[in-house]
């Protein structure tokens, strides 16, 4: 039973250009969400896919996007990359069942570094 | 806007004694989960609150509630090299964002 799968694991970009992180959820599992973590941080919450529509969003700029696909795999986008979005990513799914989507399984992240 | 704030931030321990995370919420929570991240990895979930005043134990660990459902806490009995790492509280007031605190992290000296 594979569990959250995220690519790429570490990733350098420069300020201004564009970044696609991937997630493959575990199975059985049909939410996505997705967190930022800075050093030393708890994650944020950056927003939540659930049948390919983002349900609720953090408090990130629309440099965020994001997507979910039928087979409820999600990309995370970023463009105009900052220094400040150097970060771990997260992504966590979950299954939105009566007791709704809470118990988040993480993936191992996707390191950003932006120089 | 909803915060979850967590003390200490961090705890140095010898091997042996007890240790305790305390989270408060500013709002009323449906529920809050603890999450466990260990250095270099990623937070890996160890179990959800639900109830008023509820208390959940798991081996040496042992995971409080409060009556209010605004505060929370974590206590390991006679922690263990194993138990390093950082230990999160996250939140949900009913919607969808899960939000999680700053965390307390734990060192535990042989």
């Not at chain 2, 609150?49 to 390991?76: D, M, P, W, Y």
């Amino acid at each position: 039973d594979a569990g959250v799968t995220q690519s790429p694991t570490h990733l350098i970009k420069t300020r201004g250009q564009q970044v696609t992180l991937r997630c493959s959820p575990k199975s059985g599992h049909d939410t996505v969400s997705w967190y930022q973590q800075a050093l030393g941080q708890g994650p944020q919450f950056i927003f939540q896919y659930y049948e390919e529509e983002e349900r609720q969003r953090g408090n990130f700029p629309d440099r965020f996007s994001g997507h979910q696909f039928p087979n409820y795999s999600s990309e995370l986008n970023v463009n105009a990359l900052l220094l400040g979005d150097s970060a771990l990513y997260l992504c966590a799914s979950s299954y939105t069942g009566v007791y709704g989507a809470n118990v988040l399984t993480f993936g191992a992240g996707s390191r950003l570094t932006v120089l | 806007g909803q915060q979850v704030m967590q003390i200490p931030q961090y705890q140095h321990v010898q091997e042996g004694e007890d240790f305790t995370t305390y989270c408060n919420s500013s709002t009323t929570l449906s529920n809050i989960q603890w999450y466990k991240q260990r250095p270099g990895g990623h937070p890996v979930f160890l179990i959800q609150l639900v109830k008023s005043g509820e208390v959940k134990k798991q081996k040496r660990l042992t995971f409080q509630f409060g009556e209010a459902k605004k505060n929370s806490s974590l206590h390991i009995t006679a922690t263990q090299t194993t138990d390093v790492g950082t230990y999160f509280c996250a939140g949900n007031t009913g919607g969808f964002k899960t939000i999680f605190g700053a965390g307390t992290r734990l060192f535990v000296k042989a």
